[in-house]
């Protein structure tokens, strides 16, 4: 299995290494319930999270992982970094490199972002934790653990991802995934909100929920993105959307007695998700969000060199070479 050098979106991992991060997290969700939340792995290690988009669950779970880990963490949001001064996104990586951090964790609204500043910044490892509608790779691996721990595998299983398909990272990183894993994803969005082509994913599409409900392991539940919405008619109202799309008590039974409930949060209450479904017994929202932290522990401890790179590389290439580690595009 290759070393991750960078982590940009699910699209430039194989099974092997999805299954290595998965795993690895899963055995620090022991550390993180522990009186005193503290290891050594990462001793002397710096990370800064840049994030220019807002964030709560992503950004904290960095930054606690890190932390965690025992380096040293700093977090720079858009609205107190000198982009606000006209610096452009190259200098503010450039300088943030020049200080010499082993990973810089960036939420950008551009897709691309972390393969952009990659080329620039040799040696600084990227993660993407989000990249407008483009891939949220860790978010996919804390959904994974989350399955890992209610399933043990989600091969085989049904995920039935229902909202904002069109502007959705999370989506768009899942449908990759599933291709990997060997889960299917049924699609359920309306129209207006569905990106051409979806099918080329390999998902079924459907624009009635309650036709994709029956035989549904996991529903999926999306919030609509309205930050990168720019067609204001992508549906009538909130409450017409939620008579459509959202998720109630009687839309839960009807997909069956074990299908659980996700969503990557932030949640809109009474939108896409009813809040008794919400908060019911069968929902998971917070195990990903406590399984977020112990996954970004794992990609934080892979790329800071703790993922063992075994001798025979299929490239053939010395392992001292960059691109026989493996730049995950
Ligand atoms: C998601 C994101 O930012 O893409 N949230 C998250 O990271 N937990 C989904 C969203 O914002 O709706």
Not at 67 to 83: C, E, F, H
Not at 221 to 234: K, P
Not at 301 to 318: F, I, N, R, Y
């Amino acid at each position: 299995m290759k070393a991750i050098k960078h982590l940009f979106g699910i699209a430039g991992l194989s099974r092997e290494q999805i299954e290595y991060l998965v795993n690895m997290g899963e055995s620090f969700i022991e550390v993180n319930r522990r009186a005193i939340k503290k290891a050594p792995t990462l001793r002397g290690k710096t990370i800064i999270n840049l994030f220019f988009e807002n964030s709560t669950r992503t950004r904290t779970s960095f930054e606690l992982a890190g932390k965690r880990l025992s380096a040293d963490v700093i977090n720079i949001s858009a609205s107190t970094s000198a982009t606000t001064k006209g610096e452009t996104l190259l200098d503010t990586g450039q300088t943030l490199a020049a200080m010499q951090p082993h990973v810089l964790v960036i939420r950008h609204s551009l897709a691309g972002t972390c393969e952009f500043l990659a080329e620039h910044l040799p040696n600084t490892a990227l993660v993407n934790a989000g990249d407008g509608a483009h891939e949220h790779p860790t978010q996919i691996l804390t959904d994974l653990l989350t399955l890992k721990q209610a399933w043990g595998s989600p091969e085989g299983k049904i995920i039935t991802i229902v909202g904002d398909i069109a502007h959705s990272r999370v989506a768009r990183s899942h449908l990759l995934a599933a291709q990997k894993l060997g889960y299917t994803m049924r699609v359920v969005a309306p129209k207006t909100l569905l990106p051409a082509q979806i099918e080329r994913y390999g998902c079924k599409v459907y624009h009635d929920f309650d036709a994709a409900l029956p035989g549904s392991d996991a529903v999926y539940m999306l919030r609509i993105q309205s930050e990168r919405l720019t067609d204001s008619c992508a549906f009538p109202s909130i409450r017409e959307y939620h008579e459509a799309y959202g998720l109630n008590a009687k839309r839960l039974r009807a997909a069956g007695p074990d299908c659980i409930v996700m969503h990557p949060g932030p949640m809109n209450r009474g939108m896409e998700i009813a809040t008794d479904v919400a908060d019911s017994v069968k929902s998971h929202i917070l195990n990903q969000v406590e399984h977020g932290v112990a996954v970004r522990m794992a990609v934080l401890t892979a790329l800071c060199g703790g993922m063992q790179e075994e001798k025979s590389t299929d490239s053939g290439l010395p392992l001292s070479d960059d691109k026989a580690q493996g730049s995950l595009i």
